[in-house]
């Protein structure tokens, strides 16, 4: 199942898990090295320039290293990346733009399932 964003043409910021969302869940302890999930580099790349991309994670920061590395011999472009999240939800409150515009949006993929997200910008908003 592909899940759908309609957006608008604004810079965007992204807030996207690592384990389980973009690499193999804990795959760093289990196999010793991360692996993107089918769909993640779509989806990334897919993300435009402009836009500011934070990374969350449960890891530890003393993982700070070897994922780092990993996302830099991936490609993966991002501003900001925080460790040591909680495990529970991820919670975002934003506000609506005086014209109607909803400022937050929220996806829940299945763990370790393909990243099959959908960006479709509105180029009315």
Not at 44 to 49: F, G, S, V
């Amino acid at each position: 199942m592909c899940e759908k964003i309609e957006v608008s043409t604004l810079p965007k910021t992204w807030i996207l898990d690592l384990d389980g969302t973009l690499v193999k869940h804990n795959g760093y302890k289990i196999d010793g090295y991360d692996t993107l999930l089918p769909g993640a580099r779509g989806l990334l790349n897919n993300i435009a320039r402009q836009d500011m991309v934070i990374i969350v994670t449960a890891r530890r920061k003393e993982y700070a290293g070897l994922t780092e590395r990993f996302l830099k011999e991936q490609g993966i472009c991002y501003q900001h990346i925080i460790y040591d999240a909680p495990y529970g939800e991820r919670i975002l409150i934003n506000d609506c733009k005086p014209g109607g515009l909803k400022t937050a949006v929220a996806v829940n993929l299945k763990r370790d399932a393909a990243t099959n997200v959908r960006i479709d910008i509105n180029k009315d908003r």
